[in-house]
């Protein structure tokens, strides 16, 4: 059956992917690591509107999977069963007197309370013009009593007006006005209780609790599964996948974050508790270059997400020191009365490197079918945005999703699926293709420069004679993180 999708306006890449993500969640989809099932649900739009309207047609089994869907998502504003459409209020009535009738009185009877929400696109309407246009949906048999919390039954007429540029969208040829049953809408209030603001315990990369939701969503996490975070900071991801029900295991070469955090109250562990979250599964203190687990371990992880260091606002390091590594130094023991308050030496870890490394990592640790999610960088250039992103055999892309942070740098939300088990053979062709990867990307990747990329004043900003501390104000225009 389809149903009127309306999501909220804003990371509107990763609308989809996240329905399409919840739909294979609670089982309408077939699993994508079979190449031969299309990964896709049906979508349409209402007629003339633009790609990137909030409004949607999606073609779902069951209401209960629409309910599901709208519950959990976070770009989901509601679903809702359509019972008329129409680009008049009058047009509007006859397609209403239209719907069948066995699939409207169910919810009309004596027996059963309801309410009525006017809601708009484009435009305001106001606390007048709202009760007008409930009046005017007198021809409906509403027999219920009205109960504005917690009713059993919501109606929705919602208006999109065809003036303007409609929050950034192009003008639709027409206005067009909805009325129907929600089926299922979103939890308004997680995102406000778990904003970073109110959290106990951050630090400067802590994954925005939106974003830490999406790609919680993204990874199927959910009771019974165990998510791990290679990258894991001070939780933030963890802790959005912990509140699905998920088990959760986190690691950081940072030994600092993961024991100390501020103090006692103040740390990894006291995030989770803040929320009354289950603890996670464990903490390491660990390398992603040179990952702890014995080589006979495989297959442990149902999903791994994470946001790499790719040093925009911090960089990767990896173990071994800048001496260590270039063989100035032997390798060393620490005395054992130095171990507790030693802090191991670091290097500068490229992100080419550590892309690298955690698609190896993924590969051995995941189940078969399990998930990888994680951002990647990308430099708004037309000769970068037409290449590959990241690959290995034993996976497969399913989507991406980009959200833009300035004019000359974007981030891209991967979420690819484990489709083929682990093998020296698979080792081998991963090699070859990151050696391919790394000599296409060298220019930014593994110079480690993505940070002087992103922040030097644009060529349009410099003076004749070539001087940046001429310009008044060299720096970049950031756009909204909701774009």
């Known amino acids: 059956m389809w149903y009127l999708c309306v999501f909220y306006h804003r990371l509107l890449d990763y609308r989809k992917p996240e329905v399409e993500s919840l739909a ?226 986190g690691a950081d070469i940072d030994i600092r974050v993961v024991r100390d955090g501020r103090g006692p109250n103040c740390n990894v562990w006291s995030n989770f508790k803040q929320y009354g979250l289950p603890m996670p599964v464990g903490l390491l203190r660990a390398d992603n270059n040179l990952p702890p687990w014995r080589p006979t371990l495989k297959e442990v992880f149902d999903a791994i997400i994470c946001d790499p260091p790719y040093g925009v606002r911090a960089g990767g390091r990896k173990s071994g020191g800048r001496k260590l590594l270039k063989g100035a130094v032997k390798p060393y023991t620490v005395p054992d009365e130095k171990r507790t308050d030693h802090i191991p030496s670091t290097a500068p870890y490229s992100l080419v490197e550590c892309v690298h490394d955690l698609l190896d990592l993924a590969a051995k640790m995941l189940v078969m079918g399990g998930r990888l999610v994680f951002f990647y960088p990308v430099l708004r250039e037309d000769d970068f945005a037409e290449s590959h992103f990241p690959e290995h055999p034993c996976f497969k892309l399913i989507s991406s999703s980009e959200q833009i942070l300035s004019s000359r740098y ?27 990867f790394k000599e296409n990307h060298v220019k930014w990747l593994e110079d480690g420069n993505l940070h002087s990329a992103v922040f030097s004043p644009a060529d349009g900003q410099l003076t004749e004679a070539g001087d940046p501390k001429l310009i008044k104000d060299p720096k970049p225009k950031y756009r909204g993180k909701y774009v």
Do not use: C
């Not at 305001?124 to 919390?149: A, C, D, T």
């Not at 950034?168 to 979103?186: C, D, S, T, W, Y």
């Open 410 to 436: 974007s981030r891209v939300l991967l979420t690819m699926v484990k489709t083929g088990p682990y093998t020296e053979e698979i080792a081998e062709v991963a090699r070859i293709k990151h050696m391919e």
């Open 24 to 249: 294979q969640l609670f089982g309408a989809i077939e699993d994508p690591q079979n190449d031969d099932v299309p990964f896709q649900l049906q979508w349409k739009l209402p007629p003339h509107y633009h790609t990137d309207s909030p409004f949607h047609f999606v073609n779902l089994p069951s209401e209960q999977l629409a309910h599901d869907i709208a519950k959990r998502s976070i770009l989901v504003k509601g679903m809702y069963e359509l019972w008329g459409e129409g680009s008049s209020y009058e047009e509007l009535k006859e397609s209403v007197l239209s719907y069948p009738d066995e699939r409207k009185l169910p919810y009309l009877d004596s027996d059963s309370t309801f309410k009525i929400t006017v809601d708009s696109f484009g435009k305001v309407i106001s606390l007048e013009e709202q009760n007008e246009l409930i009046q005017g949906l007198s021809y409906i048999p509403f027999k219920g009593r009205v109960k504005l919390r917690n009713p059993d039954h919501n109606f929705w007429l919602i208006e999109v007006d065809n003036y303007g540029g409609n929050n950034g969208l192009p003008p639709i040829v027409q206005k067009r006005i909805f009325f129907g049953r929600e089926v299922g809408g979103a939890d308004r209030k997680l995102i406000p209780t778990y904003q970073l603001k109110s959290r106990n315990y951050l630090g400067p990369t802590a994954m925005d609790a939106e974003m830490a939701f999406l790609m919680a969503n993204q990874a199927l996490a959910t009771s019974g599964k165990l998510v791990y975070d290679p990258f894991v900071g001070t939780g933030s991801i963890l802790v959005a996948a912990a509140h699905f029900g998920a088990m959760t295991m």
